[in-house]
């Protein structure tokens, strides 16, 4: 997990022991609820092996969100820095190797971190991205059919398809189940 930082800051070489003995391992079985929501998240999640879910409920309906994977970073965002009930469900869909900091940590550690430009800068880097993939997930339920946000997803996000259970694909893409299977059925013939 520190492999990344060290290489962009390793003026701080001495301290990435200290920063480590924040961080709990903990392993998790499928289906793990990590963080629900309504509740304020106190815990920055590291995703060693394994995919979580950022889900939440929709009139008695589970809507995903997004999905992440190895080397990933993921909390609640909008709850772990404002203090504020959480928006989202984190839960496991693979067992799972998580490293995990609590909020007072982490703010310790960014406190330090965040005076190395290249670390704040990668930080930014991190931010925008997740931004980006947000607005381009939302843009496609407005100008994309069912099938073209499928066959987006195929192409830009294989890894996805090729992990994730079928009705947590359709959740996400805002199908049932069934169209996704008709999708499924019409591309492959």
């Known amino acids: 997990m520190f492999d990344q930082l060290k290489k962009i800051a390793p003026q701080l070489q001495g301290s ?13 079985p499928a289906k793990t609820i990590l963080l629900h929501e309504g509740d304020v998240s106190k815990k920055a999640y590291y995703i060693e092996k394994g995919c979580l879910r950022a889900w939440f409920n929709n009139k008695g309906k ?8 190895e080397q990933e970073g ?20 693979e067992p799972c190797v998580l490293h995990w900091i609590h909020k007072k ?16 800068e990668q930080m930014a880097a991190l ?31 294989p890894h996805i398809v ?16 069934v169209s996704l299977s008709r999708i499924r059925n019409a591309i492959n013939k």
């Open 16 to 28: 990435w022991e200290k920063y480590a003995s924040f961080y709990h391992r903990l392993e998790v």
């Open 62 to 69: 589970d809507v995903t969100f997004q999905f992440f994977f």
């Open 74 to 93: 993921v909390s609640s965002i909008e709850s772990f820095r404002k203090g504020i009930p959480s928006p989202i469900t984190l839960e496991s869909i």
């Open 105 to 120: 940590d982490y703010n310790e550690v960014m406190k330090e971190l965040n005076t190395i430009p290249e670390v704040r």
């Open 127 to 157: 931010m925008l991205d997740r931004q980006i993939n947000y607005m381009s997930h939302f843009m496609s339920f407005i100008r994309d059919t069912p099938k073209e946000r499928y066959l987006n997803l195929l192409k830009e996000k």
């Open 162 to 177: 090729k992990r994730i259970p079928q009705h947590y694909i359709a959740s996400y893409l805002g199908i049932t189940s």
